[in-house]
């Protein structure tokens, strides 16, 4: 199984999946808690990314009859990136998306936990 249908069978967004040509040197996807992902991935020796790459959205220009891509932007709050690209072997890449995806769902776990611990007002 290819890394990207492991990581969208389990529910994790893959921006750009659809797109024929793939020519990033760092994996994105879309997670609900970033940062815990990134801790969580980084302790158990996948070299995750938050920082900036040239993945930028494209922001409406002032006077522009196109709306702001609010959506968009919302999701560039939540892209995390791996260090997948097209020399990593196969059975390298499936083996960092399973961690991923047991990560996320523990960091799923653990928010809605956190969640249910908030008092209600």
């Known amino acids: 199984m290819e890394g990207q249908e492991i990581l969208e069978k389990s529910g994790i967004m893959v921006p750009g999946s659809q797109s024929d040509k793939k020519f990033y040197w760092l994996y994105p996807i879309i997670v ?3 940062e815990l992902c990134y801790k969580m991935l980084n302790n158990r020796g996948i070299d995750a990314y938050l ?4 993945l930028r959205p494209v922001v409406t ?5 196109y709306q702001e891509p609010t959506e968009t932007l ?4 939540k892209i995390l990136y791996l260090p997948i690209h097209k020399n990593v072997p196969l059975p ?11 990560t996320v769902e523990e960091v799923e776990i ?6 249910a611990l908030k008092p209600k007002i």
């Open 110 to 115: 653990i928010n809605t936990r956190k969640g």
């Open 92 to 102: 390298a890449v499936q083996k960092i998306c399973k961690v991923v995806v047991d």
């Open 61 to 65: 220009p002032m006077g522009s009859k």
């Open 74 to 77: 919302e999701l560039f709050d």
């Open 51 to 54: 920082g900036t790459t040239q």
């Open 32 to 34: 609900s808690d970033r």
